[in-house]
């Protein structure tokens, strides 16, 4: 699948690895075919732009309070439009738990309805896997995912498991970014091989360009950096790292990994530093998810500078207002309801 994208100059999507050039003159690599890889080729640029949405969980509470669940959600579409509207983002990064498990087997109606949704705001789509995003069949659900319209998903052949790289126009990696199923456990042994695996592959290609990972599940160290007072930011919650066992920062680290992104705790939105890699917490999105109250919903915005290697985050709310923690700031409100 080829897609022909207007906004900010992108130009095309690839899901399988194949590129196309819109521009003739432009002479146009043949680069190997990686079946987990997808590319989107840019405008040449100095910075790229990522707004990160995690834990929109759509339809949550539509069987016991389907009025409510449909405001929330419709909530939640102004807030997604008027943060892509401020963002201006090259890709969004939509970190799990898009929709809310699988009631009566209607998980695959309510990941369309999702995927309807991305579809519609007009900017490439990456997904990861959430442990609320439940259905009956994931083969199924890969493919759909990997077809839609400005899909940049890559997950069919390591089930889930995918690498989005960045690329100017004359073939320039500009950013690899590491996309990680972490189901409902974390990050387990497959997607650690994959991690490992897939950097050997692309090492081979190119010299290591910025590298970043996405996922859903909090790894460890999360909460390790908050314990050692280094991570700066607001924790309403304890690390909820599931079977995480702390084995996956060094091959991230490893693997030439130097940010990663995650969400699953609603009111936590704190990073911190450990093994050379960063460790950022969306800001949770969704008003059918818990925590409103305490941590307004909004997204993540990150820009990068690829050939300083370099990111910036901040959270970004609808009203285009953005926050990021001072240099000590450090907010604990787990004792506060
Ligand atoms: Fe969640
Ligand atoms: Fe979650």
Same mark, same amino acid.
């Given at each position: 699948?080829?897609?022909?994208?207007?906004?900010?100059?992108?130009?095309?999507?690839?899901?399988?690895?194949?590129?196309?050039?819109?521009?003739?003159?432009?002479?146009?690599?043949?680069?190997?075919?990686?079946?987990?890889?997808?590319?989107?080729?840019?405008?040449?640029?100095?910075?790229?732009?990522?707004?990160?949405?995690?834990?929109?969980?759509?339809?949550?509470?539509?069987?016991?309070?389907?009025?409510?669940?449909?405001?929330?959600?419709?909530?939640?579409?102004?807030?997604?439009?008027?943060?892509?509207?401020?963002?201006?983002?090259?890709?969004?990064?939509?970190?799990?738990?898009?929709?809310?498990?699988?009631?009566?087997?209607?998980?695959?109606?309510?990941?369309?309805?999702?995927?309807?949704?991305?579809?519609?705001?007009?900017?490439?789509?990456?997904?990861?896997?959430?442990?609320?995003?439940?259905?009956?069949?994931?083969?199924?659900?890969?493919?759909?995912?990997?077809?839609?319209?400005?899909? +940049?998903?890559? $997950?069919?052949?390591?089930?889930? /498991?995918?690498?989005? @790289?960045?690329?100017?126009?004359? =073939?320039?990696? #500009?950013?690899?970014?590491?996309?990680?199923?972490?189901?409902?456990?974390?990050?387990?042994?497959?997607?650690?091989?994959?991690?490992?695996?897939?950097?050997?592959?692309?090492?081979?290609?190119?010299?290591?360009?910025?590298?970043?990972?996405?996922?859903?599940?909090?790894?460890?160290?999360?909460?390790?950096?908050?314990?050692?007072?280094?991570?700066?930011?607001?924790?309403?919650?304890?690390?909820?790292?599931?079977?995480?066992?702390?084995?996956?920062?060094?091959?991230?680290?490893?693997?030439?990994?130097?940010?990663?992104?995650?969400?699953?705790?609603?009111?936590?939105?704190?990073?911190?530093?450990?093994?050379?890699?960063? +460790?950022?917490? $969306?800001?949770?999105?969704?008003? /059918?998810?818990?925590? @409103?109250?305490?941590?307004?919903? =909004?997204?993540? #915005?990150?820009?990068?500078?690829?050939?300083?290697?370099?990111?910036?985050?901040?959270?970004?709310?609808?009203?285009?207002?953005?926050?990021?923690?001072?240099?000590?700031?450090?907010?604990?409100?787990?004792?506060?309801?």
């Amino acid at each position: 699948m080829v897609q022909n994208i207007s906004r900010r100059g992108f130009l095309s999507v690839s899901t399988t690895g194949v590129m196309a050039a819109a521009v003739a003159d432009i002479p146009t690599p043949t680069p190997q075919k990686i079946p987990w890889e997808t590319r989107l080729i840019i405008s040449n640029r100095a910075e790229l732009r990522m707004l990160q949405f995690t834990d929109i969980h759509f339809f949550n509470g539509a069987t016991r309070r389907p009025e409510r669940e449909k405001q929330k959600r419709n909530q939640t579409l102004d807030d997604a439009r008027r943060l892509i509207d401020h963002a201006k983002p090259d890709v969004l990064l939509i970190t799990g738990d898009v929709w809310h498990d699988n009631p009566d087997g209607r998980g695959a109606e309510f990941m369309n309805y999702a995927i309807e949704q991305f579809a519609s705001w007009g900017v490439p789509w990456a997904f990861t896997w959430g442990n609320h995003d439940q259905l009956d069949d994931y083969k199924a659900a890969h493919k759909v995912l990997a077809e839609a319209k400005h899909s +940049l998903y890559g $997950g069919i052949e390591k089930d889930g /498991n995918y690498v989005v @790289t960045f690329e100017n126009r004359d =073939g320039t990696c #500009l950013a690899e970014i590491f996309c990680l199923n972490t189901r409902d456990t974390g990050i387990d042994k497959m997607a650690q091989q994959f991690i490992h695996e897939a950097a050997v592959t692309l090492d081979t290609r190119h010299k290591r360009p910025m590298r970043l990972g996405a996922f859903h599940i909090p790894i460890k160290q999360y909460k390790d950096v908050w314990d050692n007072d280094t991570a700066r930011g607001i924790i309403g919650e304890n690390v909820c790292m599931e079977k995480e066992d702390g084995t996956s920062l060094p091959i991230l680290a490893a693997a030439g990994i130097q940010a990663v992104f995650c969400g699953h705790d609603h009111v936590n939105d704190y990073a911190g530093s450990m093994e050379g890699v960063d +460790l950022i917490y $969306g800001r949770t999105t969704g008003h /059918n998810g818990y925590g @409103t109250s305490k941590v307004p919903k =909004g997204a993540k #915005l990150y820009t990068l500078d690829p050939a300083l290697k370099t990111l910036e985050w901040v959270s970004l709310l609808p009203d285009g207002t953005t926050w990021k923690p001072g240099t000590n700031e450090r907010k604990d409100t787990r004792r506060s309801s």
